[in-house]
């Protein structure tokens, strides 16, 4: 079982950057894929990154490729989203989410544990 809270979102103007945090519960943290979804008013769940186990491998929608950077920290407990110069278009509700799946870990209904989201709002 794995509990996942995230933080760090906000209101912020385009062309700022943010950094989203997940804590992780449970000592088995780091069997786990992680990655970060994002879902806007209206519109579906979509995939922003993702970090295998080990942190050897990293996956990023093509919509903030070069603009965000995940990162992990087994130590911890913790992953990281590091999003810099934001869009509006960025603007939506972001999720962390655990599973035991292959890569390349883009498909939300893979994964087993979410977190409750922090929203992210990016005015132009």
């Known amino acids: 079982q794995v509990q996942l809270a995230e933080s760090g979102g906000g209101l912020v103007q385009a062309g700022d950057s943010l950094r989203l945090s997940c804590a992780a519960s449970?000592?088995?943290?780091?069997?786990?894929?992680m990655g970060w979804f994002r879902q806007a008013p209206g519109k579906e769940r979509e995939f922003v990154s993702a970090?295998?186990?080990?942190?050897?491998?990293?996956y990023y929608a093509e919509s903030v490729k070069g603009r965000f950077t995940i990162s992990r920290d087994n130590a911890k407990n913790m992953v990281y989203l590091q999003m810099n110069s934001l869009k509006a278009e960025d603007t939506a509700v972001y999720y962390c989410?655990?599973?035991?799946?292959?890569?390349?870990?883009?498909?939300?209904?893979?994964?087993?544990?979410w977190g409750q989201g922090t929203r992210v709002t990016v005015s132009s």
């Open positions: 970090i295998t186990w080990s942190g050897s491998s990293t």
């Open positions: 989410a655990a599973g035991v799946i292959p890569p390349p870990l883009t498909n939300w209904r893979s994964y087993d544990y």
């Open positions: 449970g000592r088995t943290f780091s069997s786990y894929s």
